[in-house]
């Protein structure tokens, strides 16, 4: 490409912007001097890719939901085994096996193709998820820019890129995660003004996702029945999207559980109708969002927070033409395109159970927010800087705040990176070893004919998925721990197990001892040695006479490490002021005996690779 070529294709010239600006604001000829850097759709995409992909490889299971709630089950429709949660039982029927179906369609056409190992699937699937989530946010950007004008839509592009909270959520196999990228759509959408589309992947959020993202389609639906009164049409489109979506979804968890089940009913009924509600599950304090929300997005949603009080004190103290060109009345106030991340945050932040992947359906919003924060702070500075220099009233805000632009990206998304940095140095360990489990081959046949029991007691929480075993015979098994909730059971081994209530089920988070293994019979186990232990949680790691390690990778020991630079990585410094431990896999030294006494004489070796 020619240089002019690439420059007109990064630069927006005078006449483009314009034409942008003509729609904008109401005196285009207040920013026709201004030539603002903008990054097309593509390049955009590609960026955000990039960072997508960079999810999929390396970040971590963040949240035991995930794996138990949506890997397990996904992995007994591919394979015939999984672990089941009371979710999934009939007799409760809170999860769709829609949900499920519409991600590992796109697995199951591989496994056909390719024939690929289920860790491989595994990845494949979070490709697949990074690759949606990449494209829902490049449309966002592009209708940012239209909404909010070029230098906040960069902004937020940045920021979407470079923080740690997009990291996380973008490739995670959650209901919220997929929320986060078709309300980030039918965000979009309602910016553009495409009432009908906005409607639409709101209902697939809410349907296919989780009922409780309905909340941010609230304000779309008060713009079109009280300010535009397009009654007509959202009738409409609420009834095509019950039809189109609402009635598959019914008919298939129907067919699975066996009954009939309309699963996003049965999650309001269960959170918001019975007397102990989601709280069964923990409560945190009001801060709970305050310091995750810094960790995934450091001042980005520090400057998301704040934002509505600085749109009040540019309206206050700024006058208009020194801040920006009017904005056209065909676009919405400020205020009320932030709405549905306002309406989100209030009614999360008061909730008695709070969790990191609740805020996920707003996680673009806080980017958004954030860049409009930043936009605020340069706007109060240049009218701080014509009271003090005269000469500069009349030039445009961004003609002398572009400094704050960099600094805001550089600051932002070198603490972005920071944490991404430091979550995968400090928690990848329980996805390296499992990655190191999928390479082992037993030399034995009789391998094939008995079950491997993988045990973990205290680390069943981390176990990332029945994906990351070799064969189909490897059973996950539970140890007693001081865990004291309900653990999940494995899926019945047959054709119709997903509408068979199996006993032991509980909706109220009781212990259920039937669940716990003998560790005796354990073939392989997953322990952390960080030098504790407890008379249920005793160091495995460290009973030299039962089990070998043969396999370890770092693991970071919190209660150990400076709070700062566990959560923050910092190059030449972090060793120092944290503490790691082991995360490792043991063999049973009973292995080969086990393995003998079931294969005959035949066998006369068990060996690893």
Same mark, same amino acid.
């Given at each position: ?106 697995? $199951? ?396 089920f509980n909706d109220m988070n009781r212990e259920e001892p039937s669940r716990y293994f003998d560790l005796e019979k354990c073939h392989f186990l997953l322990d952390l040695d960080i030098g504790t232990e407890t008379a249920l949680e005793p160091n495995y790691s460290r009973l030299s ?46 292995? $080969? ?17």
């Open positions: 490409m020619a240089p002019n070529q690439r420059q007109r294709q990064l630069v927006l010239s005078k006449k483009e912007l314009r034409k942008i600006n003509r729609r904008r604001f109401s005196k285009p000829e207040d920013s026709s001097h201004i030539e603002c850097i903008y990054l097309d759709h593509s390049t955009a995409y590609k960026l955000l890719l990039f960072a997508r992909l960079c999810s999929a490889m390396w970040c971590h299971i963040t949240d035991c939901d995930e794996t138990y709630n949506y890997w397990e089950p996904s992995h007994y429709l591919l394979y015939g085994t999984g672990q089941q949660t009371w979710e999934y039982s009939p007799e409760y029927a809170l999860r769709s096996y829609m949900f499920l179906l519409i991600h590992i369609v796109p697995m $199951k056409f591989c496994c056909y193709l390719f024939d690929l190992n289920p860790m491989l699937n595994f990845y494949f699937i979070r490709f697949f998820l990074s690759m949606g989530a990449a494209l829902s946010q490049v449309y966002f950007y592009k209708y940012v820019c239209l909404e909010f004008g070029i230098h906040i839509g960069r902004l937020t592009l940045a920021f979407l890129v470079l923080s740690s909270g997009m990291y996380i959520s973008s490739a995670a196999f959650l209901p919220s995660s997929f929320s986060m990228s078709i309300s980030t759509i039918a965000i979009a959408s309602w910016y553009a003004r495409r009432y009908e589309l906005a409607i639409f992947t709101t209902a697939i959020s809410s349907l296919l996702g989780w009922p409780f993202a309905a909340l941010l389609g609230l304000p779309i639906a008060v713009e079109m029945l009280i300010h535009k009164r397009e009654w007509s049409t959202f009738i409409k489109w609420v009834v095509i999207s019950a039809i189109v979506i609402g009635i598959p979804m019914v008919w298939v968890d129907s067919i699975y559980f066996g009954k009939l089940v309309i699963a996003p009913l049965n999650i309001i009924l269960y959170n918001v109708f019975t007397s102990h509600g989601p709280n069964l599950y923990g409560t945190e304090p009001f801060s709970y969002y305050i310091i995750n929300g810094f960790l995934n997005f450091n001042f980005v949603f520090i400057g998301a927070l704040l934002a509505p009080l600085g749109l009040l004190l540019v309206w206050l103290i700024v006058p208009t033409r020194k801040s920006a060109p009017v904005r056209d009345r065909s676009f919405l106030s400020y205020w009320y395109s932030l709405a549905p991340l306002y309406l989100w945050l209030l009614v999360f932040f008061l909730q008695p159970h709070k969790e990191e992947r609740f805020l996920f359906p707003v996680y673009p919003m806080i980017c958004l927010a954030g860049a409009i924060a930043v936009d605020i702070v340069q706007k109060l500075y240049f009218y701080i800087r014509t009271k003090v220099n005269p000469w500069h009233i009349g030039c445009h805000y961004l003609q002398y705040t572009a400094h704050i632009t960099g600094l805001a990206i550089i600051v932002c998304g070198l603490l972005g990176l920071s944490r991404s940095l430091a979550l995968y140095k400090g928690y990848y360990a329980p996805m390296e070893v499992m990655i190191e489990v999928n390479k082992l081959k037993i030399e034995n046949e009789a391998s094939n004919n008995i079950d491997i029991n993988f045990c973990v007691g205290k680390e069943w929480h981390r176990f990332p998925s029945s994906f990351f075993f070799p064969t189909n015979n490897w059973k996950l098994r539970y140890l007693s721990s001081e865990f004291k909730g309900q653990l999940p059971q494995p899926f019945l081994e047959h054709e119709n197990a997903t509408n068979v209530i199996q006993p032991h006479d039962r089990f070998t390690v043969i396999r370890s990778f770092k693991f970071l020991d919190v209660s150990k490490s400076h709070s700062f630079f566990r959560a923050f990585y910092i190059p030449l410094l972090s060793h120092k002021f944290c503490t790691y431990g082991s995360y490792n896999l043991l063999q049973s030294n009973k292995f $080969k005996s086990v393995l003998l006494s079931s294969g005959g004489e035949r066998q006369t070796n068990s060996k690893l690779y």
